[in-house]
Structure formats: C-alpha cells, structure tokens
C-alpha cells in the first residue's frame, strides 16, 4: 500500500568534490563540519554567516570555499547525514516486526533524546533550519528531507496497520514537530522523554484510540 503524498524523494546529487587546495595543514574536514553543524543547530541557517563559519573553524573564506564549495553545499551535506540518522532510527523502530505501539516508542523516545536541549542547542536540525531561511535551494531540500521521515514513518506503520496509515503518520509527524520546537525552547533530556512517554500513552493503552 502507498500513498504518493508520502512517497520519498530521491537522494539529490552529490555536490562536486571540492579542492583541498588552500587548507591549513592538519585541517579535518570531519571536525569542520561539526563545528558548522553546531552552529547551524543553534541559531538556523540564516543567522551563520560565512565570517562565523570560518572563525569556528579557524580558516579562511578561500580555504572555506576550497573545501566546501559555498554555505548552502555545506549546510546539504550536514542536512543529509543528519536525516540519515533520523531514517536509521525510524527504519531500526520497525524491523523485527515489533508490535506498533513498541515501534512508535522507539521512533518517539529516540526523537526526543535527539532534540533535547544539549550544548546550546535543541531542536531537529532538518525541521528547525528551514524557518526564515531566504535560500530557495535550501528550503526544497529541507522539505525533501522532511517527505523522506514521513515515507520511513509510512512503510513502517503500514506493515501492521495499513488502515490507518495516513491518520498515524501524520499524528506522529505532528509530535516530532512538537518536539523539535520544546527542545529549540530549551526542554532538557528527562522532560522530554517524559513528555514523549506521555504522547504514547494513547496508542500504548488502547490500540483503537489515536
């Protein structure tokens, strides 16, 4: 069963492999772009300019370029392996044929130790990023990435409840976002794992409500 409001989007191309030339010897890669990614987190792509970027990674704009090609290829290849983590938890709630309330947990537990304020920063990076974000690149790539969660939600939930896979995707599409949004607020791990618990209790205590 499939639903074309659901059905997720191909992987966008990979950006060109960048020159190394002009890097500082010793420069990780890797590290940069954690550095880059925790910036992002906390304040959103639009508010990291080129200048916090390269101060975060102690190099400059052409050894930046050299590396990463612009922000915006940058800021895609963060995206990306952030919701590759995303969809490996989604996708790991659902093998083994769990029942669905005990998948849906995972996919809710594991979110919000996810989005939980850690570090100066909360939130999901992929729901959060897109708000006000002036580049129009940018913001497809993030709703992609969003159709993308909700397809991983939608095959797995139609395995056992096929009925009502619509109505529980978007529920849990719903929840995700109210966690994202806590956890940007500034709600810590242990209440937003309270929180989650809560928002199960529906389905866990009867699987006809929801």
Do not use: W
Request: proline share 6%; hydrophobic share 45%; charged share 25%.
């Amino acid at each position: 069963m499939s639903d074309p409001a659901f059905s997720e989007p191909s992987p966008p191309s990979p950006a060109p492999v960048a020159r190394s030339r002009g890097r500082p010897r010793g420069f990780d890669t890797d590290r940069a772009m954690e550095q880059a990614s925790a910036l992002f987190h906390a304040r959103g792509y639009d508010r990291v300019t080129l200048s916090d970027l390269t101060s975060a990674m102690a190099i400059n704009p052409p050894s930046f370029y050299a590396a990463f090609g612009n922000k915006a290829l940058l800021f895609v290849r963060i995206a990306d392996a952030y919701s590759r983590a995303l969809l490996d938890d989604i996708r790991g709630a659902f093998e083994d044929e769990p029942t669905l309330p005990d998948a849906l947990e995972m996919v809710l537990l594991s979110a919000a130790r996810r989005f939980a304020f850690e570090d100066g920063r909360g939130g999901c990076l992929i729901l959060e990023a897109a708000s006000n974000c002036s580049d129009a690149g940018v913001t497809t790539h993030l709703r992609k990435a969003r159709l993308a969660i909700a397809a991983a939600l939608y095959r797995g939930i139609s395995r056992t409840a096929p009925e009502r896979v619509v109505e529980l995707t978007d529920h849990v599409m719903m929840l995700l976002a109210g966690f994202s949004a806590m956890g940007r607020d500034g709600m810590d791990t242990e209440r937003l794992m309270r929180v989650a618990a809560k928002a199960l209790q529906p389905l866990c205590d009867s699987s006809e409500r929801l």
